[in-house]
């Protein structure tokens, strides 16, 4: 069974501009939900979508956001880059809510440098 | 807003040595808590506590919650190298703003010397 993918694994980008990133649950799971991990602030939600809708959100500004399709398959897009949002972003699955479920898959991650 | 601190922050022992780490929360209303390794840097599930006082294990490891006192502690017996790695402890709130969420602590290193 394959795990949870995400790309790009490692991207370059400055200040302004915007970046999409993607991820790709384990085949029948309908929850997938994003963290922000840096070694000042360690792991931080981001947000969870199930079913195409966003069931919760984190305490980040609006230049994040995302979305999931039908297929389950969501992305994550950062507008406006600031150095501060250089970070390993992981996407993980579940089965049902994360909140219940409490067994999340986490993908490899993205690395984002911000330059 | 929801808080986890998890001590020690970093830890280094030798194979063979009896490990415990410790997390400590603040949530509303509390659902679970959830245990998870990170070695390189997908973390993989270990644990989740919804009860006080219920040892859950497996293998070398266990974890026990106090709901009373509002912490956890995660047991390591006979440690290898192969336990390197960060350990962490997060909260998921079930009413609120907290409804929902994971909160994790900022994670303990163990680093395992042969």
């Known amino acids: 069974k394959a795990g949870v993918t995400q790309t790009p694994r490692y991207l370059i980008k400055t200040r302004g501009q915007q970046v999409t990133l993607s991820c790709s649950p384990i085949s029948g799971h309908r929850s997938v939900s994003w963290y922000q991990q840096t070694p000042g602030q360690g792991l931080q939600f981001l947000f969870e979508?199930?079913?195409?809708?966003?069931?919760n959100k984190g305490n980040f500004p609006g230049r994040f956001s995302g979305r999931q399709f039908s297929n389950s398959r969501s992305e994550m897009n950062v507008s406006t880059l600031e150095l501060g949002d250089s970070a390993l972003y992981l996407c993980?699955?579940?089965?049902?809510?994360?909140?219940?479920?409490?067994?999340?898959?986490f993908g490899e991650g993205s690395r984002l440098t911000v330059l | 807003e929801d808080k986890v601190v998890q001590s020690p922050l970093s830890l280094v022992v030798h194979e063979g040595d009896t490990v415990t780490l410790n997390c400590s929360y603040e949530?509303?209303?509390?659902?679970?808590l959830l245990w998870y390794k990170q070695e390189k840097k997908a973390p993989t599930f270990l644990f989740m506590l919804?009860?006080?006082?219920i040892e859950k294990k497996s293998g070398r490891l266990s974890s026990i919650l106090d709901k009373k006192e509002l912490f956890s502690i995660l047991n390591i017996t006979a440690t290898q190298t192969g336990d390197s790695a960060i350990y962490l402890c997060?909260?998921?709130?079930?009413?609120?703003?907290?409804?929902?969420?994971?909160?994790f602590g900022q994670g303990t290193i163990l680093t395992v010397h042969p």
């Open positions: 919804t009860s006080s006082g």
């Open positions: 979508y199930f079913s195409e809708t966003q069931r």
């Open positions: 997060a909260v998921v709130g079930a009413g609120g703003t907290s409804y929902g969420k994971l909160t």
């Open positions: 949530v509303t209303n509390f659902r679970s």
């Open positions: 993980a699955s579940s089965l049902g809510l994360a909140g219940y479920t409490g067994e999340l898959f």
